[in-house]
């Protein structure tokens, strides 16, 4: 398995990604993560669609919280787009957050079981077993078209850059 130390740091310190790594112009690899009622997800359920793909270390943390906040009230801004936010928190925990918080817009992902998206999208955090913070955004043809690894766990993506470009998509 593919091993990057040093592109993103925790808290300052620097910390490693295993898997694959995806670059803009690549075919976005399917994966499978669950959904909050237990099913399995697949990417292929919005083949077709604009896809922004939101990773997070965990919705419990205020960064996390604030960064799935801001993509749920911009998916109804987004046309027939579909935002996917992926972590490594149990789905019940997912569930009782997006109930707590009015998230109704996005689909919530739990990758806690497999790693599959982590791994296939190189976003595992090897030293936590968590998600590093991320934006991709995938074509209608399934193409990768932009993707933000954040350079600093604790930090914001850049929301506006990434909301730019799938605007352009759609």
């Known amino acids: ?13 620097p910390v490693t990604l295993i898997g694959e790594e995806t670059k ?9 993560a669950l959904k909050n ?4 997800f697949s990417l292929d359920e919005v083949k077709g669609k604009v896809v922004i793909i939101s ?6 943390t205020p960064v996390c ?15 027939d787009a579909v935002v996917l936010t992926l972590s490594c928190d ?4 997912q569930s009782r957050f997006c109930a707590a918080d009015g998230i109704d817009k996005v689909i919530v992902l ?10 296939k999208y190189g976003l595992v955090i090897k030293e936590l077993r968590l ?5 991709t955004i995938i074509d209608k043809d399934g193409t990768i078209k932009y993707q933000e690894i954040v350079s600093e766990v604790t930090k914001h993506p850049d929301y506006d850059k990434a909301l730019e470009e799938a605007k352009k998509l759609i």
């Open 24 to 32: 803009v112009g690549s075919k976005a690899p399917d994966f499978k």
């Open 1 to 13: 398995m593919n091993e990057r130390k040093g592109i993103i740091t925790f808290g300052g310190s």
């Open 55 to 60: 990773s997070v270390p965990s919705i419990d």
């Open 110 to 119: 739990s990758d806690h079981r497999d790693l599959d998206f982590g791994t």
């Open 131 to 135: 998600l590093a913070r991320a934006i």
């Open 90 to 93: 149990l789905p019940f925990a």
């Open 65 to 79: 919280e604030l960064q799935t906040k801001r993509f749920n009230e911009e998916a109804a801004k987004l046309g």
């Open 37 to 40: 009622d237990l099913s399995e």
